[in-house]
């Protein structure tokens, strides 16, 4: 079966389904990824992301050789960039991008420059392609200066920046203001970004009190709030943006606006789900159900 999708949603999810809180097995979640290329809404999902000591196992659970393009998130420092690309490349995965958090709070443009530096040395002994996609996700510090400086790093590295939107506790779901100034500070950088967690709906909403009862912001905020911004938006419209939980109205706006264009900056975000986004835009009327 063959589809085509709009740009605006093709290749949005990266499938994470290994993830909290879903934590579908490996093989079931590898399974599923497979099956999926034979269905109407494939170009809906990107990557399959999987941790560097779990690259083993995708392979071992297709039954049938087939590539999956991976995700690589490398759960060690700059120090395990070349262990995590070394394994891909023993296990024949395609490495079609590259995620790494910084943790070093006390010293975060340091802490880039450390990750540019394994990068560089990786794609000099060809353990990686020029074009790979490396991502850089920085902490929930606020737009500081040492958090600026940090993408300033990736910027001139042409890197690209992570955005966690979301996890298992509360202060890990970050405000309107400071998702809008991460934004506001990606595309001042020209900067790619992605985002990870939280992210299944495409509305805004608050979730159920026995889940925690925290805010969740949606993709389709996200997206047109960094459609308004390249626009050139004021903080407090691109706040509002990520606020709204009218799905009328943000599902009207995206039909107005250009999606598509927004998507070279907000490049595609991780969801444990892939049905939960697909099925959110197919209730606004962005998608028709091809089944």
Not at 192 to 206: D, S
Not at 274 to 286: M, Q
Request: net charge negative; aromatic share 6%; with cysteine.
């Amino acid at each position: 079966m063959t589809s085509t999708l709009e740009p605006a949603w093709a290749g949005l999810v990266d499938d994470a389904a290994i993830f909290p809180p879903a934590e579908t097995p490996l093989a079931d979640a590898v399974a599923a990824y497979v099956d999926r290329r034979g269905h109407w809404s494939a170009p809906f999902v990107a990557s399959f992301v999987v941790t560097d000591v779990r690259l083993p196992e995708v392979g071992a659970s297709v039954v049938e050789p087939v590539e999956i393009p991976v995700s690589v998130v490398v759960t060690g420092g700059a120090g395990a960039i070349a262990g995590a690309l070394r394994l891909a490349g023993k296990h024949d995965h395609r490495v079609v991008g590259l995620e790494i958090a910084l943790r070093d709070l006390d010293d975060l443009p340091g802490n880039a420059r450390r990750v540019v530096a394994a990068v560089d040395a990786a794609r000099d002994e060809g353990l990686m392609d020029d074009d790979t996609p490396v991502f850089l996700e920085l902490p929930h510090a606020g737009s500081t200066a040492t958090w600026l400086a940090a993408a300033d790093v990736a910027a001139e590295r042409e890197m690209r920046l992570k955005f966690r939107t979301g996890g298992l506790e509360a202060h890990l779901f970050p405000a309107a203001h400071a998702l809008a100034r991460w934004i506001d500070a990606a595309l001042d950088r020209e900067t790619p970004f992605k985002c990870t967690a939280g992210l299944h709906n495409a509305v805004r909403h608050t979730g159920p009190a026995a889940d925690g009862g925290f805010e969740h912001h949606g993709f389709l905020n996200v997206l047109l709030a960094t459609r308004r911004a390249f626009d050139g938006a004021g903080l407090d419209d691109v706040v509002a943006t990520l606020e709204e939980r009218d799905g009328a109205t943000l599902a009207a706006a995206a039909r107005e606006e250009d999606l598509a264009g927004a998507r070279r900056w907000f490049t595609s975000f991780g969801s444990c789900s892939v049905t939960e986004p697909l099925d959110d835009l197919i209730a606004l009327g962005l998608l028709e159900d091809q089944s």
